[in-house]
């Protein structure tokens, strides 16, 4: 079987004009090219284009070649062009191009409010900006946080439109190394600022600003919710139930999450082509016994799409999903006009929608996932699935479910890999049981939403649907807790991840083609990562470096000699593995390094000499040091808010830079950041810069 006669890009045509679209992309975002070029390159390119058609046939056909080239061009400039426009920083109405300090912003609450321990988080559409008396038209998005009860007293839902002044403060990373970059992530999101309100600083406008099918939609989502938790007792399953059915996390437990994703079946509860595919084949499966009908040509797809597209804005309209919704409405139009066209086409075709609706969503991690996981099955499932063949129905369902497990972790391993730095290697076993199993407990809650009306029916239904789901969530709990299950703490960067795809791909071409040539190359590939891998293990043994890390209220500080390091954490973050996984474990990746148990610092104020360098770490008061003049030290780290000036400091230690960790409150950090410079010392505050790298 030879891969190329159904892979090849000259059955999907599409494919190369996404090639073309997301280079585009990349390039913009990495390179920052200004309007006016892109703008220019694009009108001449399409000017060039244009010119085709006024050629005679001979000098179109000799030339066909470049017409190719410059189309590819065009898809280019346009991903480029989609890319700059997209950004809601270079649109002319952005709110922060007329904001200042006494600005008043007018914004509509378009999502329903999420409760967090100590405030109600929403995300809010900048509609207007007022400066002294004149109204502007504005754009842009902000997350504001609700003091609690404030929105019970004002009386802020999904639609509101409310008016503030109080300064917005910009959303920054961490900046510890290695961290998630979540200020790209919420700016591809369009939300660069974020705003934390009591009840006095803003009013309630009396009209709000939703339209009738955003607001039917959120009823219908509340509704959905209200009913799984009014018949699924349990929060642990009535949050999977949640986001099982409609992609609600918001309830979900975080620890049971972990252990979704270190058993490899975290896509049960992050809605899905699997989902749509569900709902896509009862559908077809419903329409079969009219088939030979007249009308089934047109009302089966029609049909599809209503309620694939419904389903998807229910859901929340993810990227994941919406790509689903779009890769299963061109099959059903397919359908329609009955054609069966090339499923690789035919993902190229719904990855360009996306693409030219959304650019940035060539960064969504499902968006890449998703695609790679399609375009593996579609590669490799029917090679998997007959390596072996069985008679019984049972058997072949279950080994048609492996094989489908084994073809999807091909193509995402590499994504998997660099994104979540582990492998679940008990995969096979969890989504064996727990694929089929999320599909009857799907069914069942479409069920009970359908009857909820009939209390005494929806209530054992409901309770039909807790047992499946604490038998499931039970499974995967215990599953977790086996010593294999799971391969963690892998060091993949951008780097190693091109070359893995290198390989991976490399080994299909000669795999389904038997090409040698295919083969050396995979093989140089592999060469070229051990000694890339080597050369990084090999530095980092040498490092020596220390960490103040940026963790909000907290303290986290690494001293790292080669792959150990000696660690001092606060309370909080030392008893919670998940803050330590977020904040800090990226950074311990980076540098291969992990905490050494036998060395954990535990005293107050501590005086540490490493290697050449002395630092001094003050959390509660300045220690009291026997010393004949200033105490040399090359970094002063103040933590734990202690009651200090920073004369104090100047009086007892003459040092290179001193560091005000986190878990110093702001306020406090202003007043020793002016004393810093009235006494001229450097300093460096880690709530605002990022954490404090220094080698040692």
């Known amino acids: 079987m030879h891969a190329y006669n159904y892979i090849s890009l000259k059955s999907a045509p599409a494919a190369r004009l996404l090639a073309a679209l997301i280079a585009g992309i990349i390039l913009q975002w990495y390179a920052a090219l200004s309007f006016a070029p892109l703008l220019t390159i694009s009108i001449v ?42 950004n809601i920083q270079h649109q002319p109405y952005w709110f922060q191009n007329n904001y200042s300090k006494n600005t008043i912003l007018i914004a509509t609450i378009n999502e329903p409010l999420v409760v ?23 754009t842009g998005s902000i997350i504001i946080y609700f003091k609690k009860d404030s929105t019970t007293t004002n009386g802020v839902t999904y639609g509101s439109q409310i008016a503030f002044s109080k300064p917005v403060q910009p959303i920054q990373n ?28 803003y009013v309630v406008l009396p009209q709000k600003d939703a339209a009738a099918f955003s607001i039917f939609l959120q009823k219908t989502r509340a509704y959905v919710i209200r009913t799984l938790q009014q018949y699924i007792p349990g929060k642990k399953e009535q949050g999977v139930a949640e986001a099982l ?38 559908l077809v499966l419903l329409f079969k016994p009219f088939k030979n009908r007249r009308w089934h040509r047109f009302v089966m797809p029609v049909t599809v799409l209503i309620v694939l597209w419904l389903f998807t804005f229910i859901a929340g309209a993810v990227p994941s999903i919406v790509r689903s919704a779009v890769m299963f409405s061109f099959i059903a139009l397919g359908e329609c006009l009955r054609r069966k066209g090339n499923i690789f086409n035919t993902l190229a075709v719904s990855a360009l929608c996306l693409l030219i609706y959304n650019p940035f969503y060539l960064w969504d991690v499902g968006f890449q996932l998703s695609y790679a996981a399609v375009l593996s099955i579609v590669v490799f499932m029917k090679p998997i699935y007959n390596w072996l063949y069985f008679e019984n ?39 064996l049981l727990v694929v089929p199993l999320s599909t009857i407990i799907l069914f069942i809650e479409i069920f009970l939403v359908v009857i909820s009306a009939w209390t005494w029916l929806a209530g054992i239904t409901g309770k039909l649907a807790y047992w499946l789901l604490w038998f499931m969530n039970s499974f995967i709990e215990h599953i977790e807790k086996l010593p294999f299950a799971l391969w963690q703490n892998i060091k993949a960067n951008v780097f190693q991840t091109i070359i893995l795809y290198t390989v991976v791909l490399l080994l299909t071409v000669w795999l389904f083609n038997k090409k040698t040539k295919a083969l050396l190359y995979a093989l140089a590939a592999t060469l ?27 303290t986290a500080i690494d ?49 540490l000499h490493v290697n050449d360098k002395t630092l001094l770490i003050i959390d509660k008061s300045l220690p009291a040091i026997s010393h004949s003049g200033k105490l040399e030290a090359d970094a002063v780290i103040i933590t734990g808010n202690p009651k200090l000036y920073m004369s ?11 560091v005000f960790d986190s878990s110093n409150p702001a306020w406090k950090i202003e007043r020793w950041k002016k004393d810093c410079n009235s006494l001229h010392l450097r300093f460096h505050s880690v709530a605002q810069e990022g954490a404090f790298v220094m080698d040692l």
């Not at 998630?180 to 705003?195: I, N, P």
């Not at 998940?578 to 905490?595: D, G, S």
């Not at 104090?648 to 001193?658: K, S």
């Open 45 to 86: 390119v399409v000017v060039l284009s244009t010119g085709f058609f006024f050629l005679s046939r001979y000098k179109k056909y000799t030339l066909q070649w470049l017409q190719g080239i410059l189309v590819l061009l065009l898809f280019t400039v346009v991903g480029a062009l989609l890319t700059y426009v997209n």
């Open 116 to 138: 967090k321990p100590n405030s109600f988080k929403a995300v809010a559409k900048v509609t207007a900006v007022q400066n002294n008396h004149t109204i502007q038209q504005a």
């Open 174 to 201: 961490t900046g510890n190394p290695g961290g998630f970059d979540y200020e790209r992530y919420l700016l591809f999101q369009g939300l660069t600022s974020q705003v934390y309100l009591q009840a006095a600083d």
């Open 245 to 282: 059915l409609i992609g609600y996390r918001n309830d979900l437990d975080k620890q049971l999450v972990q252990s979704y994703s270190h058993t490899g079946v975290v896509h049960i509860i992050a809605i899905s082509g699997l989902h749509l595919g569900m709902i896509y084949g009862v």
């Open 393 to 431: 129905k049972a058997v072949k369902f279950f080994w048609k479910l492996t094989a489908i497990s084994l073809a999807a972790q091909i193509f995402t391993l590499p994504i998997v890999l660099f994104y979540f730095h582990q492998f679940p290697l008990l995969f096979l076993i969890t989504n």
């Open 528 to 554: 070229l990562f051990t000694i890339y891998t080597s050369i990084d293990i090999y530095t980092t043994k040498q490092q020596q470096k220390l960490i103040v890390y940026n963790v909000p209220k907290s």
């Open 559 to 607: 001293i790292i000699q080669g792959n150990e390091c000696k660690t001092l954490l606060s309370k909080v973050i030392a008893q919670d593995t998940l803050l330590q996984n977020f904040y800090l474990l990226p950074t311990r990746l980076l540098y291969r390094t992990a905490p050494s148990q036998s060395n954990i610092l535990s005293a107050n104020n501590y005086l």
């Open 648 to 658: 104090q400091i100047d009086a007892l230690v003459r040092c290179h830079v001193v």
